[in-house]
Nanobody, 116 residues
Framework: QVQFVESGGGLVQPGGSLRLSCAAS????????MNWYRQAPGKQRELVAG????????NYADSVKGRFTISRDNARQWVYLQMNSLKPEDTAQYYC?????????WGQGTQVTVSV
């Protein structure tokens, strides 16, 4: 079955950096678009970044453009989110996501907290 395991979250000061990782399995990873979403307490889940199957096309939420970079390793079936210049408003649970065979799949998430 489709599985995602996210890692790399933690507590970081404003202006700091984190790299999130997502290990994927159970589907033909290299053929599918992958996304990172996030959800802050009391807010709706929002799309942060997406990357095409070949990794040549990326999309970002306006709030993270220029600070976050999504990438993928199709050979190892990993997707990454490099987050720089972090702000307190980036605090959220971050999730790996794909849409496969007419169904959405999510990981368990990894918590990112940006605070002094």
């Amino acid at each position: 079955q489709v599985q995602f395991v996210e890692s790399g979250g933690g507590l970081v000061q404003p202006g700091g950096s984190l790299r999130l990782s997502c290990a994927a399995s159970g589907f033909p990873f290299s053929a599918y678009y992958m996304n990172w979403y996030r959800q802050a307490p009391g807010k709706q889940r929002e799309l942060v970044a997406g990357i095409s199957s070949a990794g040549d096309i990326t999309n970002y939420a306006d709030s993270v453009k220029g600070r976050f970079t999504i990438s993928r390793d199709n050979a190892r079936q990993w997707v990454y989110l490099q987050m720089n210049s972090l702000k307190p408003e980036d605090t959220a649970q971050y999730y790996c996501n794909t849409y496969y065979k007419e169904r959405e799949y999510w990981g368990q998430g990894t918590q990112v907290t940006v605070s002094v």
